[in-house]
């Protein structure tokens, strides 16, 4: 089994999705205190936390393969979505721990509902 840098992960996420450090810890729900020990090797992340991490991991591929540059991402997660209500991000959904109405935001525009 490779062994993985979870400091390389958390600061692939933060880039790739133009997340802050205390944005992702909100996306993760966990202290950013936390994410810290993490990226220094301090402590790994368990149970719902490495559920969370897992997902946004996994967003995060699902993302870079429908968009064609890191802007592109950072621009969809930042912009209101009609697919949310027309009052929210999909980032806004991701601070709120809404993962799943974030895939799903991008499961409509894949297939062609741009919203």
């Not at 950072?74 to 799943?100: C, H, N, Q």
């Amino acid at each position: 089994m490779p062994v993985i840098d979870l400091g390389n992960t958390i600061t692939q996420l933060e880039e790739s999705l133009g997340l802050s450090p205390s944005e992702l810890a909100r996306v993760i729900d966990v202290d950013s205190r936390t994410v810290a020990r993490w990226r220094s090797g301090g402590s790994l992340p368990q149970g719902r936390a490495r559920r969370r991490l897992d997902a946004l991991w996994e967003l995060r591929v699902r993302l870079e393969a429908s968009f064609t540059s890191r802007d592109a991402i950072r621009r969809w997660l930042r912009g209101r979505s009609r697919y949310l209500g027309g009052k929210f991000s999909p980032l806004d959904a991701l601070l709120l721990g809404r993962i799943e109405q974030v895939n799903a935001a991008l499961d409509a525009l894949d297939a062609g509902v741009f919203l």
